[in-house]
């Protein structure tokens, strides 16, 4: 029973790298992989199954698969399905299910992205509490230091912007759910950094790598109408925006593969 182990191991590669590289893999090899993974029952078919289901274009069906079984897979299941979610630009989603994950299998992937979500959303206490915990789990090669250092600088910027009232939690937590379902039309909208700051220069800043500058133009507009038509941010005096990514004046820099 060997041989069929192997090829399912053989397909989810080939689903994650179809995937990463904004692939859709063929008719032909969809079927061949439901053929291999077969009707079992079992959380690590149902992996299979629902990323079978994105690696073919059809992200709806194969994240509503993969749902099911969630919070019975392993710490890989819940890596996958948290990198679909943000692949996709499903923060809501992503925001629900996150911070559960990071803390049922305590890892420094997961402990990570709850924070970078909780910073995207302007969360304050959930993201100093992820951030913790994954800084308590790094060594002194892997940057601690640096990550202390990024920690403090994010909980400033993000405090800065209360304090001096330019919007509410509520409003930039919305700000931030508005800004990712626009995303959500750029099948390869994964940002490459956000940024939050009081400084008008910056407000709500996210820079994407793989967008045209046309691409981002458009989103702009949609963004800014949006915003407009929506009464919650009427006394919100942070601006949302999308660039492309240029070369800022930062304060620590690190980066959790």
């Known amino acids: 029973m060997a041989a069929p182990r192997l090829k399912v191991d053989e397909w989810q590669e080939k ?3 179809a995937i990463s590289d904004n692939k859709r893999i063929d008719d032909f090899s969809f079927r061949a992989a439901l053929r ?3 009707d079992g ?4 078919a149902t992996f299979m199954r629902g990323l079978a289901y994105c690696a073919y274009g059809n992200f709806d069906t194969g994240l509503d698969i993969l749902s099911r079984d969630l919070y019975v897979g392993d710490a890989t299941y819940a890596r996958v399905y948290c990198f679909l979610l943000e692949w996709t630009n499903n923060f809501v989603e992503l925001e629900k299910v996150v911070f559960v994950l990071a803390d049922m299998h305590k890892t420094k992937w ?3 992205k709850a924070a970078s979500v909780a910073y995207a959303l302007g969360q304050l206490e959930k993201l100093e509490d992820s951030m913790d915990k994954f800084i308590k789990m790094l060594s002194e090669d892997e940057g601690r230091d640096d990550a202390k ?3 403090q600088e994010s909980i400033a910027d993000i405090s800065n912007v209360y304090k001096k009232q330019l919007c509410t939690p509520e409003q930039l937590k919305l700000l931030g759910f508005t800004v990712h379902g626009i995303m959500s039309k750029l099948q ?3 940002p490459s950094a956000i940024s939050i700051s009081a400084d008008p220069a910056v407000g709500y800043l996210v820079d994407l790598e793989n967008a045209s500058p046309e691409e981002i133009a458009s989103l702009n507009v ?3 109408e949006v915003i407009c038509s929506m009464a919650v941010f009427d006394d919100c005096d942070i601006i949302a925006r999308f660039s492309w990514p240029v070369k800022r004046n930062a304060g620590a820099s690190y ?3």
């Open 15 to 17: 689903f994650l790298d």
């Open 36 to 38: 291999d993974i077969g």
């Open 41 to 44: 029952k079992s959380s690590s």
């Open 110 to 112: 997961l402990f990570f």
């Open 149 to 151: 250092e990024l920690l």
């Open 188 to 190: 390869k909208g994964v």
């Open 222 to 224: 949609e963004l800014a």
């Open 255 to 257: 980066v959790y593969p």
